[in-house]
């Protein structure tokens, strides 16, 4: 059997990371104010569009602090985190939701974003997505961890040292799997599964695209953050 340990300097990345992750979160207010009153489905639409826009300055804060990434090329920085903002944000939104809403709260939150104009063939993929995260019950530092790993793909578009970017993500990988060890010893695939989720974030980031076209088709806005990052308008 294996003996699994967690070095000091691998301590002091995990510290980091997880640190930068519980810092950055977006305001509680805005996500209860989709718990509040019946809005109309544009009013949804505009609640999860201000959401968003405050998710990806969380995931920008915290990507600053993935320790190397400033060091990249600078428009290898912009490519990775325009890579992986969807990724980045939908792997965050399944944690946080899952977590973060009381039960009961979460059919309430179904139905608002049911009710936002989200087309249905894109809801089935983007629920399953979050069911198949919520039953991982993973803890904050395989969370913070795997959204780092997610931002430092190497195979985003535009990268040009993917070779760097391999560099830092490498650690990370190495790190989550002693982690998913020591924390789930009864549970030998869970890093596997966990790097599993990742390919299916994959997916969403299509389904993504395709309900990016729809919304502009039905003059939805959106606001100037979202469409620097997503490459709409
Ligand atoms: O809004 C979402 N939610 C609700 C949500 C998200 C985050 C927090 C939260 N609280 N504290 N910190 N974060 C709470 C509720 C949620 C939950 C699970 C999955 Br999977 C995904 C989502 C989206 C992500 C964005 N999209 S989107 O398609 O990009 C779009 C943009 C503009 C309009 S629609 C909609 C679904």
Redo the contacts with the bound molecule.
């Keep these: 059997k294996e003996k699994v340990e967690i070095t000091k300097e691998q301590q002091a990345l995990m510290k980091v990371i997880a640190d930068a992750y519980n810092r950055h ?2 305001p ?1 207010d ?2 209860k104010k ?1 718990l509040q009153d019946q809005y109309s489905a544009e009013e949804n ?1 505009l609640l ?2 201000e ?2 826009t405050s ?1 990806v300055q ?1 995931l920008v804060e915290f990507t600053k602090n993935i320790p190397g990434f400033l060091s990249l090329n600078h428009e290898d920085q912009i490519a990775l985190l325009k890579g992986s903002a ?1 990724e980045a ?2 792997l ?3 944690q ?2 899952s977590k ?2 009381p039960n009961g709260h979460n059919e309430v ?1 179904e139905d608002r ?1 049911r009710r ?1 104009g ?1 087309s249905e063939e ?1 809801m089935t993929p ?2 399953n ?2 069911k198949s ?1 919520g039953v991982l019950h993973m803890v904050q530092e395989e969370q913070a961890l795997l959204t780092a790993i997610t931002i430092l793909t190497p195979d985003r578009p535009y990268v040009k040292d993917q070779q760097a970017v391999e560099r830092l993500q490498e650690p990370m990988l190495d790190l989550l799997r002693k982690l998913c060890v020591l924390q789930h010893p009864q549970k030998p695939q869970y890093f596997a599964c966990l790097l599993g989720r990742l390919t299916e974030l994959r997916t ?1 980031n299509y389904y ?1 695209a395709e ?1 990016l076209t729809s ?1 502009r088709m039905n003059d ?1 806005k ?1 606001t100037p953050l ?1 469409c620097e990052i997503w490459d709409v308008e």
């Design positions: 979160q977006i509680q805005v996500a989709l639409f999860l569009t959401m968003a998710q969380v969807v944000m939908f965050r939104s399944a946080v939701f973060k809403m939150l974003i936002s989200i894109f983007m629920f997505f979050y995260i969403l993504h309900m919304w939805h959106f979202l």
